[in-house]
């Protein structure tokens, strides 16, 4: 039995292409159709879980013209605590505002 030529082949399948609606693709190259062809699972992910309530910034930013005093317990007791931390020494260090010197370019180096 004689082999098929490879043009034939290759002619064959385009035309399986055109009349199934699929990529023609003869090397065979990994394209990711079968990720892109699938629905977006986005959509019904979000709407899965419930939407967020208010919290108090969101509500103080929405009622800002109207010049309300609002209290967030939850930040003020934040930065309480952060107070207290750094009062004792134990805050995060503050930060350089020069860039390092030759010296200490020299020190890290050794």
Do not use: W
């Amino acid at each position: 039995m004689a082999a098929v030529p490879r043009a034939r082949l290759l002619n064959l399948m385009k035309v399986q292409c055109e009349i199934f609606s699929t990529t023609y693709n003869p090397e065979r190259i990994r394209m990711g159709n079968k990720i892109l062809r699938q629905r977006l699972k986005g959509p019904s992910l979000a709407k899965y879980y419930p939407p967020r309530g208010p919290t108090v910034n969101t509500l103080e930013k929405e009622f800002k013209s109207l010049h309300l005093e609002t209290i967030n317990e939850e930040a003020e007791d934040r930065l309480e605590h952060l107070a207290g931390v750094k009062s004792r020494g134990k805050g995060a260090p503050k930060k350089k505002r020069t860039p390092p010197t030759a010296k200490e370019k020299q020190a890290k180096g050794k």
